[in-house]
């Protein structure tokens, strides 16, 4: 079974440019998750997508990043205009689970985004 | 804010040797996950441990979960240095339908 894939692995950006991350869940998987991982902590959810609906963004800083899951498969994340402080590595993670049960997520190798 | 925190944040073992992680966390859950993270393979799931469990196995892996102090352990028993990873708690809460928190992790080291 494939994994979740994710591209680009690495971005190097000068602040105030904009960054967009791409995501392909595992085949069947109704639900996608983004993180941010900033160094030295655990991952923290900015959004959960159900199919191509979007169940939580309450911690997705909405005046700077965007986020879409088109036919409820692959998802993009947009940062514009990016901050210094949005260095980090973006995860992105699928999980079967449909409803309010929780599941195992799989996670994809991330995008190392540096802002200078 | 992080749900999980775990401790100790860094533990540094010898090969052969039992490692033990512990978390805790604030609010009741619906189930509590533990992940592992190295630079080779990202963030991969280990055991996942429902709130009306106490104690689950997964090959060298044991986690136990205490409901009412609101704590888990992870013990990796014949510790190898394929080891060496962070190690996350997680922690899913009822009808938050799959949202995940996660703890700061614990950095093992496990030396040959």
């Known amino acids: 079974e494939a994994g979740v894939a994710q591209s680009p692995r690495y971005k190097i950006i000068e602040k105030r440019q904009s960054v967009a991350f791409w995501c392909n869940p595992i085949s069947g998987h109704a639900t996608l998750y983004w993180y941010q991982q900033i160094l030295g902590q655990g991952p923290k959810l900015l959004i959960q997508?159900?199919?191509?609906?979007?169940?939580?963004d309450s911690q997705l800083p909405k005046d700077r990043f965007s986020a879409e899951r088109l036919k409820g498969v692959d998802s993009t994340l947009k940062i514009q205009p990016a901050k210094l402080e949005d260095s980090a590595v973006y995860l992105c993670?699928?999980?079967?689970?449909?409803?309010?049960?929780?599941?195992?997520?799989?996670f994809g190798p991330g995008t190392r985004l540096t802002v200078t | 804010s992080q749900q999980g925190e775990e401790d100790p944040q860094a533990l540094s073992i010898q090969e052969g040797e039992n490692a033990t992680m512990n978390c805790s966390y604030k609010?009741?859950?619906?189930?509590l996950q533990w992940y592992r993270q190295n630079s080779g393979r990202g963030l991969v799931h280990l055991i996942l441990i429902r709130s009306n469990e106490r104690e689950k196995h997964s090959g060298r892996l044991r986690v136990t979960l205490d409901t009412s102090k609101k704590s888990s352990s992870l013990l990796i028993t014949a510790s190898r240095a394929a080891d060496t990873a962070s190690y996350f708690c997680?922690?899913?809460?009822?009808?938050?339908?799959?949202?995940?928190?996660f703890g700061q992790g614990t950095e093992l080291s496990v030396k040959p």
């Open positions: 997680a922690t899913a809460w009822n009808n938050q339908g799959g949202k995940l928190i």
């Open positions: 609010t009741s859950i619906n189930n």
């Open positions: 997508f159900q199919n191509n609906g979007v169940v939580d």
């Open positions: 993670a699928s999980s079967p689970e449909t409803g309010r049960r929780s599941y195992e997520q799989y």
